[in-house]
């Protein structure tokens, strides 16, 4: 249902661009570059191979955002209905019971699952839409800044990364009121509903004086994101100090630093030009771009919580421990299993899809980009949107392989907890054999 649900999404956005007239100002994309537009929007990923102001009628922008908008509400609602389930073993359950210190997951049944989600959804977009519209308003004018504020506060929430502009936001670097809405957007749409609902019952408990227990889960969301928001700051601003950011104002270096951490994990937009930036902010911001946001969320990557308890699985062997703990909770060993897994498999896939762009472009007079593509993989397979100006410039058959990559990227992750979930649930196959240890180091 999860792949279908998105393969037939990308299918009919993908017809839509050939056939629906009046959606580009001149020639209608191609097949290549129409699937590759509508599995980005689907997606939300933000990769583009036509540029989206100046291709683009109205109504092709509207239809775009539709898709973008279909597409974050499917992934968002199918992916907190399978891990508030998942969160429902008799075992956690039993144990919560006992502990009696409040819920882990909240489960919600689906119609108000759903409710919640385009409520939540609906309530930040329209939010954002009205704050970068006051932004906007008095330079681009009280009427034209309508639609572009409405288009960029629902790309910033659903961590889409498509923007009106042919440049991104680096018209907007001078601007810390406009940088500062889309980061929070993006941020907002990055932890993840089950996040959000706990964070929501917290501060309604606490007003009212009650007693209300966030998650592990969320706790390790919200940590590791103040990590991934606070640490990349500071290194953005060292590297880009005197390059990108030369003869900017201290204000304007403090919030694109800001900005940047916000938003390279998972969104795509982007204040300086990856083009000419250095080679040290390229390759951070690709590790920042497979850290991803939260599960059950709008954001790519392998998500948040996967590096967080790789970091804690390493922290815990150095302290010679047996077990992952975490706000004085142990973690079960199958998590810590699951996301190790995680990591392995999309890895693996990116170094496979890296070779493929190498060899299907390099004979094509190319060669020499390896680091470019390498960045187009990456964010590609974790659906941010960001490119060194390099996607236009590839093969049809290139782009084919980023399509693959966008989608696996978007629903892979959530596939593999739902399969390995399954196969825990299940027992495994019920053999294990004797042991035999392996000598490594």
């Not at 399509?403 to 196969?423: D, K, Q």
Request: charged share 15%.
């Amino acid at each position: 249902m999860l792949a279908l649900s998105f393969i037939c999404m990308i299918l009919l956005g993908t017809i839509g661009f050939l056939l629906i007239p009046g959606l580009c100002t001149d020639e209608r994309l191609g097949f290549i570059d129409s699937l590759f537009t509508a599995t980005s929007a689907i997606c939300i990923t933000g990769l583009v191979a036509a540029d989206t102001g100046t291709t683009f009628t109205f109504w092709g922008q509207l239809y775009l955002l539709i898709l973008i908008q279909l597409g974050g509400l499917g992934i968002l609602t199918l992916a907190s209905a399978i891990i508030s389930s998942i969160g429902l073993r008799p075992s956690l359950k039993t144990e919560i019971a006992v502990a009696n210190t409040g819920s882990t997951l909240p489960f919600l049944p689906s119609r108000k699952l759903i409710r919640d989600i385009v409520g939540f959804t609906l309530l930040f977009e329209t939010l954002g839409a009205v704050s970068l519209y006051v932004t906007w308003a008095p330079t681009l004018g009280w009427r034209e800044a309508i639609w572009p504020s409405i288009f960029h506060s629902v790309s910033a929430f659903c961590n889409a990364g498509f923007s009106l502009n042919h440049d991104s936001l680096m018209g907007f670097a001078d601007s810390p009121a406009t940088l500062t809405i889309v980061s929070l957007l993006v941020i907002c749409g990055g932890i993840g509903f089950i996040t959000l609902e706990e964070v929501f019952l917290w501060m309604r408990a606490k007003k009212k004086r009650d007693h209300f227990r966030i998650s592990i889960h969320s706790k390790v969301v919200l940590y590791g994101t103040v990590l991934c928001l606070v640490i990349p700051s500071v290194i953005f601003g060292i590297f880009e100090w005197n390059q990108s950011f030369d003869g900017w104002t201290l204000t304007d270096k403090f919030t694109n630093s800001f900005f940047l951490s916000a938003t390279c994990r998972t969104a795509g937009f982007n204040t300086i030009d990856y083009g000419t930036a250095s080679d040290s902010t390229v390759l951070f911001t690709m590790v920042l771009m497979m850290i991803g946001g939260a599960p059950a969320s709008l954001a790519g990557g392998m998500k948040i919580t996967t590096f967080m308890l790789l970091g804690l699985l390493a922290w815990s062997k150095i302290r010679g421990r047996s077990t992952v703990d975490f706000g004085n909770r142990t973690i079960p060993d199958n998590t810590v299993q699951r996301a190790t897994s995680i990591f392995v498999i999309m890895t693996t896939l990116m170094i496979l899809a890296l070779f493929g762009l190498q060899f299907f472009d390099a004979p094509r007079g190319q060669d020499g980009q390896i680091l470019a593509r390498m960045f187009e993989v990456v964010s590609a397979m974790n659906t941010v949107g960001l490119s060194m100006g390099f996607t236009d410039t590839l093969s049809g058959t290139a782009k084919v392989i980023l399509v693959i990559m966008m989608f696996v990227g978007r629903i892979g992750p959530l596939a593999l907890l739902t399969a390995f979930e399954s196969r825990y649930r299940s027992g495994s196959t019920g053999v294990r054999f004797a042991q035999e240890d392996v000598l490594i180091g």
